[in-house]
């Protein structure tokens, strides 16, 4: 039978009638059964290693307890070297567009498997150990999210230092590129805003990243040396040179045609804007004619010729 009114809750097992350290949130119950979730202890890092009782009360619509009583057996909360512990996010801030990679540092993060992260939505695990699970962000609307790092059997780890979040900012921008129209091999120029990592970004400090002496700085030097990717659909665009407001990159071989043009970058994720590049079909150019002198034009060698866009290669 279906009990709306059921509280559960988790009480010392010092002091089943003093206040719960947290509650169970009622999945299903039945006269000889219940399932609940358990939430977060008001104050989990106090609460690491106590041992638990379960209590249970039914109320009716007023509220009123119509009756209570503490279930069998009990349950202990992990100790703080047992918990998963998550210390820091880095970077803190990344694209609306999604597509960038983040990393979470503390301890116990891959205890029982790979753990589940969330931004608001699924966020794709690429790494985890025991002290740093990283994923790629997807697509979200500008906000400022919570970071929930879930473990089977165990549930969410515990932010040392609260809050640890997640802000979903403006991104990247590609406003132009020139040329527009060009060949396999020719330099191609993007400009806009937001290219690279800079000092003074608010990129550089992660939720938690001062003074969390887990490694974290690690984190924001592959982030400064990590490498920004330009894609002709899904022909590379070697970058030659880069800084916050231009890119210059070698067009990479395909054939004659339209070709989005994409930027993705380690610090914030894939850039915003629609562009397209065309690539021109092949020009040829006379290498040799030989002989010079001919009476006659059936007496002329055939020209070899030499591809300078390469676009009928493949």
């Given at each position: 039978m279906s009990s709306p009114g059921l509280?559960?809750?988790?009480v010392p097992s010092s002091d089943t009638a003093g206040a719960a350290i947290a509650t169970c949130e009622t999945i299903s119950a039945s006269c000889d059964s219940?399932?609940?979730?358990?939430?977060?202890?008001?104050?989990?890092?106090?609460?690491?290693?106590?041992?638990?009782?379960?209590?249970?009360?039914?109320?009716?619509?007023?509220?009123?307890?119509?009756?209570?009583?503490?279930?069998s057996g009990s349950?202990?909360?992990?100790?703080?070297?047992?918990?998963?512990?998550?210390?820091?996010?880095?970077?803190?801030a990344g694209s609306i567009m999604g597509r960038q990679q983040v990393c979470l540092h503390g301890s116990n993060l891959n205890r029982t498997s790979t753990p589940s992260i969330s931004f608001g939505s699924e966020c794709a695990v690429t790494h985890a150990s025991?002290?740093?699970?990283?994923?790629?962000?997807?697509?979200?609307?500008?906000?400022a999210v919570d970071v929930l790092v879930s473990l089977p059997g165990l549930g969410a780890a515990v932010a040392v230092a609260p809050p640890i979040s997640y802000n979903f900012i403006e991104?990247?921008?590609?406003?132009?590129?020139?040329?527009?129209?060009?060949?396999?091999?020719?330099?191609?120029?993007?400009?806009?805003v937001g290219f690279v990592l800079l000092p003074d970004s608010e990129l550089e400090s992660g939720s938690g990243y001062e003074g969390s002496g887990d490694g974290s700085g690690e984190v924001f030097d592959e982030m400064q040396q990590g490498n920004s990717t330009v894609l002709f659909d899904e022909t590379p665009c070697d970058i030659v040179?880069?800084?916050?407001?231009?890119?210059?990159?070698r067009a990479g071989e395909r054939k004659p045609g339209f070709a989005a043009v994409s930027l993705l970058t380690p610090h914030a994720g894939l850039a915003a804007g629609t562009?397209?590049?065309?690539?021109?079909?092949?020009?040829?150019?006379?290498?040799?004619?030989?002989?010079t002198?001919?009476?006659?034009?059936?007496?002329?060698?055939a020209p070899e010729f030499r591809c300078l866009a390469h676009a009928f290669a493949h």
């Open positions: 509280v559960i809750e988790l219940a399932r609940c979730r358990v939430g977060a202890a008001a104050t989990p890092l106090e609460a690491a290693g106590a041992e638990l009782a379960v209590r249970l009360r039914l109320l009716d619509t007023t509220g009123a307890v119509l009756s209570s009583g503490i279930a349950l202990r909360y992990l100790s703080i070297s047992e918990s998963p512990l998550l210390s820091a996010v880095f970077p803190a025991a002290r740093r699970v990283c994923c790629i962000t997807a697509a979200h609307e500008k906000a991104s990247p921008v590609i406003s132009s590129i020139e040329p527009k129209i060009g060949y396999s091999g020719g330099l191609v120029h993007l400009h806009g040179e880069m800084n916050d407001t231009l890119i210059v990159c562009h397209f590049f065309t690539y021109q079909i092949t020009v040829l150019q006379a290498r040799r004619l030989a002989p002198r001919s009476s006659h034009i059936r007496s002329l060698d």
